[in-house]
């Protein structure tokens, strides 16, 4: 796990394909102990990323969702207050002093530790994954300036918590809100965007074993056309993955217009949008006409297919 | 062929570049960690190189879009002659009809120079624009000293320029000479001392303030403190320039 070359082969095996950039990104995070702030447009693999750092590296992976309201208690810890309150009841009748049953309560068995304080109390450097980290309000980005910062917890019952070994932290946004310039100082930024074709046949193959390469193909290039598109929500690469596989169920090794209509939901998820597409079907249309089988009208083709259902193609 | 000698001084000079003209936010915290960044890949590695400084030094999306190209200018200046598809832009605006004194001087020093002869036969797309008439106005000629060894001749410019079939409209009599100082006024003025002027004269690169001229400009004039023209300097890097043309 040293140099950008090795991180995008460990990646790759596990199905995730980043390119030289996005790798020796991820080769710097590692080096410097910095956080990564990673934006891009929703379902590029930002998330996917840092699953698949933590198994690559071979630690947990602690994920911080975040959400409009989340606050510092439910990212860092809680007490088990009705395991508080059963434990006092019941240690009533022990005669023990009031400091003493203090003690008792207040002590680890009782904190429900929420990922922020999880991820440095950890015995191996674990990621940290912070997830849209936009959708938080800014007194929350606040706080995080200053965890970030510190690596350290302070709980008034149990004192203060430093951090054994400092989590790798990956930070993503979607840029529904701008985040402070505090926050991305602190941060290394990396800008993730869709794939390219290419990069976007790549990523069908990888994760999509056994899938047509012309459908591939297909698949990759209608979604370039969709994401230039003024779409409310542009499909990602999940969705792509998503349709290549319902594709896959219904046994097709093309796409013409029938499967497109059959499972278009996998790839537009807004009605709107299903207006949107047909407006502009022209754009659309080369892609699908252009398959051999939209005239065979249903045949296997010769080149993908041997009438098997499908053939593995290798991976490039 | 990187501008500076060292690591640390090319590196701070691209971070004042991205700063400047760009409007990276850039501190001393982000160019510490370019600068360990730097440490942990292979530095023969061009895109190894930039791909571990994009996401130290850049702070947002607009800041990602335009390093790469911030990247290339600063540490990959353009070669010679390579500006041709920049050049129509300018050339085929109906609607312009001064040609930057820049490309006036290109075309001049190409028609000068005999190994430049390719750059010549190139060239006929000149005849296309028209070229401004020089700016002589009669308070020039009267400021105009007898031929001294810092001034260009008009009669030699028009030759040259002749030979695009543009002859220039010429204000005054033909053999008139104006100072070379206010002949390319588009060319931002390097001072320069009298040990390095001597240099300038017998070809030696010399370098300019990277906070006077852009790194972007092609050429610059070098000027003594008295304000004799020393030479014309071609960019060769970034606040690097050999001179093109000695008087």
Request: net charge negative.
């Amino acid at each position: 796990m040293t140099d950008a070359a090795t991180i995008r082969e460990r990646f790759r095996e596990r199905a995730f394909i980043a390119d030289e950039a996005f790798a020796t990104a991820l080769q710097i995070m590692l080096a410097l102990e910095k956080p990564l702030l990673i934006e891009g447009p929703a379902g590029v693999g930002k998330t996917e990323s840092a699953k698949v750092l933590a198994e690559v590296l071979g630690t947990r992976l602690i994920r911080l969702q975040c959400y409009e309201g989340l606050d510092a208690i439910a990212a860092l810890y809680e007490w088990n207050y009705p395991r508080q309150m059963l434990h006092a009841r019941l240690s009533e009748s022990e005669g023990s002093s009031l400091e003493e049953r203090e003690a008792q309560i207040f002590s680890e068995r009782f904190l429900l530790k929420r990922p922020l304080l999880e991820s440095i109390t950890e015995a191996q450097s674990p990621v940290l994954l912070i997830d849209e980290v936009d959708r938080a309000d800014e007194a929350f980005e606040a706080f995080l300036l200053e965890m970030l910062a510190e690596w350290q917890v302070t709980i008034p019952e149990l004192g203060t918590i430093r951090a054994r070994h400092k989590p790798h932290v990956i930070l993503t946004s979607n840029r529904t809100r701008e985040l402070s310039d505090a926050l991305r100082r602190r941060c290394l930024f990396v800008w993730l965007p869709y794939p390219s074709l290419d990069q976007e046949i790549d990523i069908l193959h990888a994760r999509v074993p056994g899938l047509a390469e012309r459908l591939a193909h297909q698949i990759a290039s209608l979604m370039q056309v969709l994401r230039g598109l003024p779409l409310r929500k542009a499909p990602g690469v999940a969705e792509s993955l998503d349709w290549a596989l319902a594709l896959m169920s219904l046994h097709r090794d093309h796409l013409d217009a029938r499967a497109l209509e059959q499972t278009l939901g996998c790839v537009l998820k807004v009605h709107e949008d299903h207006a949107v597409m047909n407006a502009h079907h022209t754009a659309l249309e080369p892609i699908l006409e252009g398959a051999p089988g939209a005239l065979e009208s249903g045949g296997h083709s010769r080149e993908t297919d041997f009438g098997f259902g499908s053939v593995s193609t290798p991976r490039r | 062929m990187y501008p500076f000698a060292s690591l640390p001084e090319n590196l701070i000079a691209f971070c004042a570049v991205l700063r400047r003209d760009h409007g990276f936010r850039i501190g001393p915290g982000e160019l510490h960690d370019a600068a360990r960044a730097l440490e942990v890949v292979d530095l023969s590695d061009e895109h190894a190189v930039r791909h571990a400084l994009r996401p130290t030094l850049s702070g947002t999306l607009h800041d990602a879009t335009v390093f790469d190209q911030a990247f290339a200018d600063f540490f990959f200046p353009r070669p010679f002659g390579d500006r041709h598809d920049q050049r129509p832009s300018v050339r085929r605006d109906p609607e312009s009809d001064a040609v930057s004194s820049e490309e006036r001087f290109e075309q001049e020093r190409r028609a000068r120079s005999p190994v430049d002869a390719d750059a010549v036969d190139v060239a006929p797309e000149a005849p296309d624009g028209p070229i401004a008439p020089l700016e002589t106005t009669d308070s020039d000629l009267e400021e105009a000293a007898p031929l001294a060894h810092d001034e260009f001749n008009l009669e030699y410019l028009a030759e040259v320029l002749t030979q695009y079939g543009q002859p220039p409209r010429i204000v005054g009599a033909p053999e008139a000479v104006i100072p070379a100082a206010q002949l390319l006024p588009e060319f931002p003025a390097e001072m320069v001392d009298a040990l390095t002027a001597g240099q300038i004269r017998n070809g030696r690169d010399f370098r300019v303030s990277p906070f006077q001229v852009r790194p972007s400009g092609r050429f610059v004039k070098a000027v003594t403190p008295e304000g004799q023209l020393v030479a014309i300097g071609e960019a060769r890097l970034p606040h690097l320039y050999h001179p093109v043309l000695v008087l």
